[in-house]
């Protein structure tokens, strides 16, 4: 294991503080106290995660910080378990999530999504020693997914993206057998075991796959199968329109002066700020 991916996952239960909760709504409560309090990853590489020195950095990252700037306040991170944040109902803990989240039908129930600050796509990952070419070489071997989230939701037939003008994507046409994981670097660790060993493919994000192979993962992408595309959301709780207002406004300044996409190419190597970027 490199020590880069060591240190995510020794940091992956590191919280750099919590907020108290607040009178108010959200965009008063910022204003105020000149202070966001974002949710955030730290184990999420490039999105989010833990460097040599124990500091969060990545892309979430700098959009957050981006953000705060252009509110005019300071940001304090946040690093809580990413099903928490979805759940919604934050009671002022935190008053932004940038932490990778989906807009689906269920969590449009209980947060808002006043902005897209890029698009992902997944794909499916096998150990570089597998035969595999495509898909259909996959039936009869163990899949790794993180639990919770639209890749488990893929895997079980059951995806409900919340978003318009999106490629049409394909299911499995068979029923796989899965093993879930409560993050998504530890599909990683079982793979890096060796083929079949523990697991035989994982379905994930390109960009997490793309980092695994960059810092030494024995694991490759199987080429040319876009298992499908997602919209990513920052997001908030529900009841403040007007700060939801001033998120998106802000993120269509960034996309608009460049700089998302220069953030975006810093981390990701290329522009994911739009499909058709890509």
């Known amino acids: 294991?490199?020590?880069?991916?060591?240190g995510l996952l020794l940091g992956a239960t590191v919280s750099l503080g919590a907020a108290a909760a607040f009178a108010g709504t959200t965009l008063d409560r910022v204003e105020t106290s000149k202070q966001?309090?974002?949710?955030?990853?730290?184990?999420?590489?490039p999105h989010a995660f833990l460097d040599?020195?124990?500091?969060?950095?990545?892309?979430?990252?700098?959009?957050s910080n981006e953000i705060a700037k252009r509110l005019g306040v300071k940001v304090k991170f946040d690093t809580p378990d990413f099903n928490l944040v979805t759940g919604g109902h934050w009671h002022g803990r935190w008053d932004l999530a940038v932490f990778g989240i989906t807009p689906?039908?269920?969590r449009a129930r209980v947060l808002d999504f006043p902005a897209i600050y890029y698009y992902s796509a997944y794909v499916f990952v096998v150990h570089k020693d597998s035969t595999a070419k495509t898909r259909e070489d996959l039936k009869n071997v163990v899949f790794g997914v993180e639990g919770g989230t639209t890749a488990d939701d893929y895997m079980h037939h059951a995806l409900q993206i919340d978003a318009?003008?999106?490629?049409?994507?394909?299911?499995l046409d068979f029923t796989p057998t899965l093993r879930t994981y409560k993050t998504s670097l530890l599909p990683f660790e079982d793979l890096r075991l060796g083929n079949n060993?523990?697991?035989?493919?994982?379905?994930?994000?390109?960009e997490t796959a793309m980092a695994a192979i960059k810092h030494g993962y024995p694991v490759k992408i199987i080429p040319n199968d876009i298992a499908y595309w997602e919209p990513v959301g920052i997001a908030a709780d529900k009841g403040d329109p007007a700060f939801d207002q001033k998120i998106a406004s802000i993120i269509a300044d960034m996309k608009k002066d460049g700089t998302l996409k220069k953030i975006s190419e810093k981390w990701f190597g290329a522009d994911y700020t739009s499909i058709n970027a890509n």
């Open 1 to 6: 294991m490199t020590k880069f991916f060591a």
């Open 36 to 45: 966001i309090v974002i949710a955030v990853s730290a184990k999420w590489p």
């Open 52 to 63: 040599s020195h124990h500091q969060l950095e990545g892309y979430d990252i700098d959009v």
């Open 104 to 106: 689906t039908i269920a």
């Open 164 to 171: 318009k003008s999106l490629p049409p994507f394909h299911y």
């Open 197 to 206: 060993v523990r697991l035989g493919a994982i379905i994930a994000e390109k």
